[in-house]
């Protein structure tokens, strides 16, 4: 549908003297889908799927089951279905509520992809000296390239613990009044592992403007839209286009002295109650992070085809929405075994 649809971004202002930061909603124009154009057998599934990046919430789908992470692509009715289900509408109202505590929502419209992106930028800068301030800030956009790939993701929180470290704090909302099995935990791990790799490269310095060009095709000498231009102004950055922007985020990374993440914390609470049901430090190896992903991507840039899940993990067919159209189940187990699919873990 054409239609005008709305989107929640984040963008952040150090509120005068408090500490507290501005976050945006954004509104963009969207244009009619492209019409599908024909399988390419040769084509990657970052091609096929029309994808210049890839969110690090696909990659933890993907540790899940990775046929299921690419169902909720190839039958977006369905995943948009999965999406309207009370319990992620719960979790994501939690998470607003969580936001709306240090950010205030302003919306800004977009109408270009280049616009998009501008939001995206402002939203990051506007947050920095929030941090260089030592206060908190939620929903902090990060964006880099790992492993030849343009990765995106939206960090829940981050502040400084009593003794100076920088924690990330990623809050999961749960159903059950338990901690998660094993099979979820790991898809958590990852997540915040590899926020920590895309914060620590933009502190780092290590993002460019060949990034943005390469990877995403964006056309940096784009005059930003006029939505976007006053906020950029009310924020106190005057830009006229993305490439503008984009030279003044990376001077303020290049300058802000931040740290990188020393602590990594996943937050686990109950949803219907709010009650917290514990939290768990994720340590840090980056050279196995690195070789997990690599393993992920392998998929996304076309050098293996998709995996099922293995028998032993064949309750979560039984959970999953994707299950009447899955070729893996049909053809990898259900022929051979009967499958105990009532075998779910809470
Ligand atoms: Fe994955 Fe099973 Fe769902 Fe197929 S039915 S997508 S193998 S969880």
């Known amino acids: 549908d054409c239609g005008v649809s709305e989107k929640r971004d984040v963008a952040s202002e150090r509120a005068k003297g408090t500490g507290l930061a501005v976050s945006a909603t954004v509104k963009e124009n969207r244009p009619c889908p492209t019409p599908k154009r024909k399988r390419d057998p040769a084509s990657t599934p ?19 089951c990775e046929m299921q992470a690419v169902y909720s692509l190839e039958l977006p009715l369905v995943a948009k279905r999965e999406l309207e289900r009370a319990e992620v509408k719960a979790g994501a109202s939690v998470h607003l509520a969580r936001e709306l505590e240090v950010h205030e929502v302003v919306p800004v419209r977009a109408v270009t992809r280049e616009d998009r992106q501008a939001i995206n930028l402002l939203n990051l800068l506007g947050m920095i000296p929030v941090l260089q301030a030592g206060g908190v800030v939620r929903e902090l956009p990060v964006f880099g390239v790992l492993e030849g790939v343009y990765m995106v993701g939206v960090i829940d929180e981050l502040h400084y613990s009593d003794r100076g470290e920088l924690v990330l704090s990623e809050l999961k909302t749960r ?30 310095g290590f993002l460019t403007r060949d990034d943005f060009v390469e990877h995403l095709r964006l056309r940096l000498e784009q005059p930003l839209g006029a939505a976007v231009l006053q906020h950029a102004g009310k924020l106190g950055f005057q830009v006229t286009t993305l490439g503008d922007l984009l030279d003044v985020l990376l001077l303020n990374l290049r300058y802000c002295e931040l740290p990188g993440i020393d602590v990594l914390r996943l937050e686990y609470r109950h949803q219907d109650s709010g009650l917290a049901l514990g939290s768990q430090d994720v340590p840090f190896d980056e050279d196995l992070l690195r070789a997990e992903l690599r393993n992920l991507l392998s998929y996304w840039t076309g050098r293996r085809e998709p995996r099922g899940v293995d028998i032993e993990e064949a309750w979560k067919c039984g959970m999953c929405a994707y299950e009447k159209h899955c070729q893996w189940r049909g053809e990898q187990l259900q022929g051979s075994v009967t499958l105990h699919t009532d075998k779910k873990p809470k």
């Open 46 to 64: 970052m091609e096929r799927f029309f994808r210049r990046s890839l969110n690090v919430t696909m990659l933890c789908k993907q540790t899940w």
């Open 175 to 204: 159903r059950h009044s338990s901690l998660p099995r094993e099979a979820q935990a790991k898809g958590h791990r990852l997540q915040v592992g590899l926020y920590k790799l895309l914060f620590d490269g933009l502190v780092r």
